[in-house]
């Protein structure tokens, strides 16, 4: 169960993908039902199960999917399965995932992604999670800082599973593009304010004049005729705006890179594009969040510099563009970092959670008594938001 547009770029949808093909290359039977703007965008192993809704979440804008029309569509893919394990990924989003934990009875295994700070959303939302997270078999957490959500929050504990990424996908990867000067990466949405674009061109205005011919390349979503309306022409002139790329071309275009740059300013649990990044043979440049910091074993598989500040990675950029040995010794060190994280290391651990939850149990199925506890946890929750 996917919690976000299928169709909208994020590490989770990425990740349930990867999963869900990797199994599938295993010899699994997989279904994905997610929230879809274009129903045409679903490869053949996934199902629209609902339009999604702009909703404001962990400090972005999620979109996600919650109803009747959704309950309907949740309850006919499960009664329809005839799966052997339900795996819910961000249970604690109020999407298809809760309403696939009151629609089912039996194995059900959840992933949360998300470091979450205590928010009105939890609070509100505890009594809808509290009876969706009742009936899950196992939790599982994809870093420390995860983790640590479910145990403040939800007095539980989780095993901690982490990312995956593709690596085959990213080492075969050729490059996109021949690129007349140094090349830096930037990946993600460009007008989300915490992924930490405008710290980036910030620096990038004191790197290209110190490497005049070093180019800037934005990979994501978003209207580059906003986003750089501040930059000065000659900074400007540095900045190649690829937009939304396929996964194919994702890989191709990190492998180009001199350098990947991830400026993020918070809200990260983990940090997947950074093992794509070393995947496709990029040196990573990241703020020091904790969970960058522990991807990047604490700064010898790709340089840190402190969040927010533009001058010092303006400095870290130069100095690494400046010194291809550096550039080399990281690269090794990130090829060697990937390989922990491989899928088909990932999907194994995660098979032995499968069968630790569906030893001796039949499967899963509907449960209409779901039908009577979603109504009252609806209700319940919505007293709590009245008060």
Same mark, same amino acid.
């Given at each position: 169960?996917?919690?976000?547009?299928?169709?909208?770029?994020?590490?989770?949808?990425?990740?349930?993908?990867?999963?869900?093909?990797?199994?599938?290359?295993?010899?699994?039977?997989?279904?994905?039902?997610?929230?879809?703007?274009?129903?045409?965008?679903?490869?053949?192993?996934?199902?629209?199960?609902?339009?999604?809704?702009?909703?404001?979440?962990?400090?972005?804008?999620?979109?996600?999917?919650?109803?009747?029309?959704?309950?309907?569509?949740?309850?006919?893919?499960?009664?329809?399965?005839?799966?052997?394990?339900?795996?819910?990924?961000?249970?604690?989003?109020?999407?298809?995932?809760?309403?696939?934990?009151?629609?089912?009875?039996?194995?059900?295994?959840?992933?949360?992604?998300?470091?979450?700070?205590?928010?009105?959303?939890?609070?509100?939302?505890?009594?809808?999670?509290?009876?969706?997270?009742?009936?899950?078999?196992?939790?599982?957490?994809?870093?420390?800082?995860?983790?640590?959500?479910?145990?403040?929050?939800?007095?539980?504990?989780?095993?901690?599973?982490?990312?995956?990424?593709?690596?085959?996908?990213?080492?075969?990867?050729?490059?996109?593009?021949?690129?007349?000067?140094?090349?830096?990466?930037?990946?993600?949405?460009?007008?989300?304010?915490?992924?930490? +674009?405008?710290?980036?061109? /910030? =620096?990038? $205005?004191?790197?290209? #004049?110190?490497?005049? *011919? !070093?180019?800037?390349?934005?990979?994501?979503?978003?209207?580059?005729?906003?986003?750089?309306?501040?930059?000065?022409?000659?900074?400007?002139?540095?900045?190649?705006?690829?937009?939304?790329?396929?996964?194919?071309?994702?890989?191709?275009?990190?492998?180009?890179?001199?350098?990947?740059?991830?400026?993020?300013?918070?809200?990260?649990?983990?940090?997947?594009? +950074?093992?794509?990044?070393? /995947? =496709?043979? $990029?040196?990573?440049? #990241?703020?020091?969040? *904790? !969970?960058?910091?522990?991807?990047?074993?604490?700064?010898?598989?790709?340089?840190?510099?402190?969040?927010?500040?533009?001058?010092?990675?303006?400095?870290?950029?130069?100095?690494?563009?400046?010194?291809?040995?550096?550039?080399?010794?990281?690269?090794?060190?990130?090829?060697?970092?990937?390989?922990?994280?491989?899928?088909?290391?990932?999907?194994?651990?995660?098979?032995?959670?499968?069968?630790?939850?569906? $030893?001796?149990?039949?499967?899963?199925?509907? *449960?209409?008594?779901?039908?009577?506890?979603?109504?009252?946890?609806?209700?319940?929750?919505?007293?709590?938001?009245?008060?």
């Amino acid at each position: 169960m996917c919690p976000y547009a299928w169709d909208v770029p994020g590490g989770v949808q990425a990740h349930i993908r990867d999963q869900a093909e990797t199994l599938i290359e295993m010899g699994h039977d997989v279904s994905v039902i997610t929230p879809v703007e274009d129903p045409d965008a679903l490869p053949p192993y996934a199902i629209d199960g609902g339009r999604p809704r702009p909703v404001p979440y962990n400090g972005s804008v999620a979109r996600l999917t919650f109803g009747v029309k959704a309950t309907a569509r949740v309850r006919r893919w499960i009664r329809e399965g005839d799966f052997d394990v339900l795996h819910v990924h961000e249970p604690l989003a109020p999407s298809l995932g809760v309403l696939a934990c009151w629609a089912a009875r039996g194995p059900i295994v959840a992933t949360v992604h998300s470091s979450i700070e205590r928010s009105r959303v939890l609070i509100t939302g505890y009594y809808l999670a509290q009876t969706a997270l009742e009936k899950i078999s196992a939790l599982v957490a994809v870093s420390e800082h995860a983790r640590r959500t479910i145990v403040d929050h939800l007095g539980g504990d989780a095993v901690l599973i982490p990312n995956g990424v593709r690596v085959d996908h990213y080492e075969d990867a050729q490059p996109l593009h021949a690129w007349a000067g140094p090349a830096i990466g930037f990946l993600g949405r460009m007008d989300e304010p915490r992924k930490g +674009l405008p710290i980036l061109l /910030a =620096a990038f $205005a004191g790197i290209r #004049a110190r490497v005049p *011919d !070093a180019t800037l390349v934005l990979i994501g979503p978003g209207d580059p005729d906003d986003v750089l309306a501040d930059v000065p022409d000659d900074v400007r002139a540095g900045i190649v705006p690829l937009g939304r790329l396929s996964e194919r071309e994702k890989a191709q275009a990190l492998a180009s890179l001199d350098a990947y740059v991830a400026p993020n300013t918070g809200g990260e649990s983990f940090g997947i594009i +950074l093992l794509e990044a070393m /995947a =496709a043979g $990029a040196p990573v440049i #990241a703020s020091d969040l *904790d !969970a960058f910091a522990r991807v990047l074993d604490g700064g010898r598989c790709g340089a840190l510099f402190p969040v927010g500040d533009a001058a010092a990675l303006e400095d870290t950029v130069v100095d690494l563009l400046g010194d291809p040995a550096a550039r080399a010794r990281l690269v090794a060190a990130g090829s060697r970092r990937v390989t922990a994280y491989d899928w088909r290391t990932v999907a194994g651990d995660l098979i032995d959670v499968y069968a630790s939850v569906t $030893a001796g149990q039949s499967g899963v199925r509907e *449960d209409l008594r779901g039908q009577i506890v979603g109504r009252l946890a609806r209700r319940r929750a919505g007293n709590e938001g009245a008060d």
